[in-house]
């Protein structure tokens, strides 16, 4: 393989793991690690370009030291980008003292005019030891990316082996130089890609992660886990088209807790909240699992119940919903006893549309809390269109 097509190869892939990293820098919310990622591959990309455009002049000491002092910066950006992207909470001064003392190395063995083997040295092992820190670092943080950060941590360590053995190999066989580079070449791209994966799979994972949050709190009631009133609209034009047989109904079941408001004045609204989660999970245990349970207000409920074929059916729901409020709620080592008036509506004979029903159920259930509470009972239309309530329980 020429060293043209390994340069093709290199610039291309450095190029676009370049532009890469600049475009997910800008993009808000992906990790930090890209900047420096963008910063540490541009300084690959110009050693490069400094070795391609120093050839022509011949001078090998001059082509290798300004390949090398170029090639030492791109590893603590690349190393503090990682730190960054894995929440490493590292003692980053240190990665540029290491830095500075592989570039002083260098200058010495200019001036002194050392051999290439001892030029090398110096360097090589600090680029090593900085692959050996970025494959430990990525072997050991894992989060959602930990394919690509073993990938990372595979490249990483070849490279500091490479790095390592290299210039010794090269010193007694220099024509395994151009092997040596291109499998450089390949490593580091590898590397690139992997931390380019890495951070676009956590990207991936936390538009998830927003979307099923913003999602839940835009369906589900956030201290119950029922679904609130918007939801329970949409959820209430799927229940209808359940109830397309003539005889099928639904009923509206308007659930006002009794004497919650004690509880939080006596006990805390912590205990409130307790009290409200554990009366949820109750409803929602005796319901069909075609049924809409959603918390409306501060201690209210409704629930649609789907498929009902009698108004009997619905008085059974209402008994069954009745008998689990009037059971003791125990929070802690405290027990709390409530109660609840049910109002109830049935579509399609008190209204077609859910906001009337709702508006006929909580008249009913007013009428349950007017008769002393604890109780449910179904609205009921006067013969001249004037609501009449009928008590039933
Ligand atoms: N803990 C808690 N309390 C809430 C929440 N939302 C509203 N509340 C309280 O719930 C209470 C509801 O008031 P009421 O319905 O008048 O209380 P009640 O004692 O059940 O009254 P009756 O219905 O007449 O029996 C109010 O004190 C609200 O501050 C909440 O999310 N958590």
Not at 16 to 37: A, D, E, I, K, Q
Not at 82 to 93: K, P, S, T, W
Not at 145 to 168: C, D, E, F, R
Not at 313 to 336: C, I, P, S, T, W
Request: proline share 3%; hydrophobic share 50%.
């Amino acid at each position: 393989m020429s060293y043209e097509i390994v340069h093709t190869f290199g610039f291309s892939v450095y190029l676009v793991f370049l532009l890469m990293f600049l475009w997910t820098y800008r993009v808000p919310r992906t990790n930090p690690g890209s900047g420096w990622w963008a910063a540490s591959i541009s300084f690959a990309l110009l050693a490069r370009l400094t070795l391609v455009l120093l050839i022509p002049s011949g001078d090998m000491k001059l082509i290798v030291t300004a390949y090398a002092v170029l090639n030492v910066l791109e590893k603590p950006l690349l190393l503090t980008g990682l730190c960054r992207f894995l929440g490493i909470d590292a003692r980053e001064r240190w990665f540029w003292i290491a830095a500075a003392a592989a570039e002083l190395w260098l200058l010495a063995a200019w001036t002194q005019d050392a051999s290439t083997l001892a030029r090398s040295l110096g360097y090589s092992v600090t680029n090593a030891g900085f692959m050996f820190a970025i494959a430990w670092f990525s072997y050991q943080r894992r989060n959602d990316s930990k394919g690509w950060l073993h990938m990372t941590a595979a490249a990483s360590a070849a490279m500091g082996v490479h790095w390592l053995v290299g210039p010794v190999v090269i010193d007694f066989q220099p024509g395994w130089f151009k092997t040596g580079f291109v499998l450089g070449t390949i490593l580091v791209s590898l590397q690139y890609l992997s931390l380019l994966g890495a951070m676009l799979t956590l990207f991936q994972r936390r538009l998830v992660d927003a979307e099923a949050k913003a999602l839940d709190m835009a369906f589900l009631d956030p201290l119950t886990g029922l679904n609130n009133k918007r939801y329970m609209n949409t959820l209430f034009d799927h229940a209808l088209l359940l109830a397309t047989r003539p005889h099928h109904m639904v009923a509206i079941f308007y659930i006002d807790l009794d004497n919650f408001k004690p509880i939080n004045d006596t006990a805390g609204h912590h205990v409130g909240d307790e009290v409200l989660k554990a009366i949820a999970a109750r409803i929602k245990g005796i319901v069909r699992s075609t049924d809409i349970c959603a918390r409306v207000g501060g201690d209210e409920f409704i629930v649609i119940g789907t498929q009902l074929e009698s108004e009997n059916q619905a008085f059974e729901v209402a008994k069954k919903l009745l008998a689990q409020m009037m059971q003791h709620v125990q929070v802690g080592d405290r027990q709390y006893l409530l109660g609840a008036s049910i109002g109830i509506s049935l579509y399609p004979l008190h209204a077609r549309d859910l906001h009337k029903l709702i508006q006929c159920a909580d008249s009913a259930m007013y009428q349950v809390k007017r008769n002393g509470k604890s109780g449910y009972e179904i609205y009921k239309a006067q013969p001249g269109g004037e609501p009449q309530l009928q008590a039933v329980g």
